[in-house]
């Protein structure tokens, strides 16, 4: 097991690493920082949320870009402006005790005014939604001529809310690049064909292996109970877990909305986030939550990505996802860091054979708790 200095980071960057408690490399990245620091390659990297896959791309690309260069070296692309704003974040705060890197996050739901102007000033590092880039390329507002090196974060996200033709269009206009980078949880046709289309034929494949990609230090658990016994269930769970906080899935919004009600006549201090909610909104329930004013998140699949809160105890499922790659994403959204958590599944008996299909697809063992 390599230290990030062994890895080849350098020193003010593991200083800022130290401070953050980042202190032992994750999987994903003893496997990445030491092939992306030492030349120029194309990667498409396979791992879930939660591996540390920001640190992996981010250390390397914060060692190659010069910071008495004042144009644009970077590019990094998300699929939401939660994760776009939390990658600036984290950038940011690797920098603290090293020369500083400006990094710009600019994504759709804020004035592209506002955003323009931000890119006047020294901007190394451009973290962005796929559509907020396009318009900014169409008003000239950002210029791209010197970037060495595109990643692509959750691709496989960004592919599953419709940018594919961005996504396209972006990689062509950067197509004699010296390096991307491509990380995604899943591998599905769509991102093969980006795959194929725009990275080189000898691109570098990394695979946390399909063992590890399920986050080990979750405890998978489940309890039968029939619909009118659901909530009485949910409820003994949220009790045991005491005032750790947490977030609890539904599939539609309706049933976010309902739920969300059903536990505030509780007194459980809980918010919906969904699809619908205007951007002001969501914003405002994902503060409350950062600042614990809120103990409980109830959200559906699509308005859930790109949340990264740290010390979430659990997540439940109290409606289960579509596939198993929602189970995935959702469940990764606990024990985070090198902590542990739970994945608590509220299910019918017929609902069993599909955690049994979970089992085997994803190589997890569940856990029936009475």
Same mark, same amino acid.
């Given at each position: ?91 940011f705060k690797f920098t603290k005790y090293s020369t500083k890197v400006f990094t710009e996050a600019v ?112 405890? @998978? ?20 877990? @005491? ?84 189970y995935t994403h959702r469940s990764g959204r606990t024990a985070r860091a090198g902590k542990e958590g ?29």
């Amino acid at each position: 097991m390599k230290n990030f200095k062994e890895l080849g980071i350098s020193e003010g960057l593991v200083k800022g690493l130290t401070e953050l408690g980042i202190i032992e490399p994750t999987d994903i990245q003893q496997k990445v920082i030491p092939l992306l620091l030492s030349e120029n390659s194309d990667l498409v990297a396979q791992a879930q949320t939660g591996t540390g896959k920001t640190a992996a791309y981010g250390l390397p690309l914060l060692e190659q870009v010069d910071p008495e260069n004042r144009a644009v070296q970077g590019l990094i692309l998300c699929p939401t402006r939660e994760l776009a704003q939390q990658v600036a974040k984290q950038l940011f705060k690797f920098t603290k005790y090293s020369t500083k890197v400006f990094t710009e996050a600019v994504y759709g739901g804020e004035k592209i005014d506002r955003q323009i102007a931000s890119l006047q000033r020294p901007t190394q590092i451009v973290v962005a939604t796929p559509g907020r880039l396009i318009d900014l390329l169409k008003r000239k507002a950002v210029d791209l001529s010197s970037v060495q090196t595109i990643v692509l974060d959750e691709a496989d996200e960004m592919l599953s809310m419709g940018f594919k033709k961005e996504l396209d269009e972006i990689l062509n206009s950067l197509s004699s690049i010296e390096n991307k980078w491509l990380f995604s949880a899943t591998i599905p046709n769509g991102i093969q064909e980006i795959i194929s289309n725009h990275l080189s034929k000898d691109a570098e494949r990394i695979t946390v292996n399909r063992g590890n990609i399920v986050n080990k230090k979750i405890s @998978h658990q489940y309890v039968v109970c029939d619909d009118s016994e659901k909530m009485h269930a949910l409820l003994q769970f949220l009790k045991s877990e @005491h005032k750790n906080r947490g977030v609890i899935f539904c599939k539609t919004k309706a049933a976010t909305q309902k739920l969300a009600k059903q536990l505030i006549a509780r007194n459980i201090a809980t918010d919906a986030i969904h699809g619908d909610l205007l951007q002001k909104e969501r914003d405002k329930v994902m503060r409350a939550f950062k600042n614990e004013t809120l103990r409980i998140l109830v959200a559906t699949d699509v308005a859930a990505r790109g949340i990264d809160i740290s010390d979430l105890t659990f997540v439940a499922h109290y409606q289960l996802p579509e596939s198993d790659e929602y189970y995935t994403h959702r469940s990764g959204r606990t024990a985070r860091a090198g902590k542990e958590g739970v994945s608590m599944c509220f299910v019918s008996t017929s609902e069993i054979k599909t955690l049994r299909n979970y089992e085997r697809t994803l190589g997890l063992k569940f856990h029936q708790v009475k």
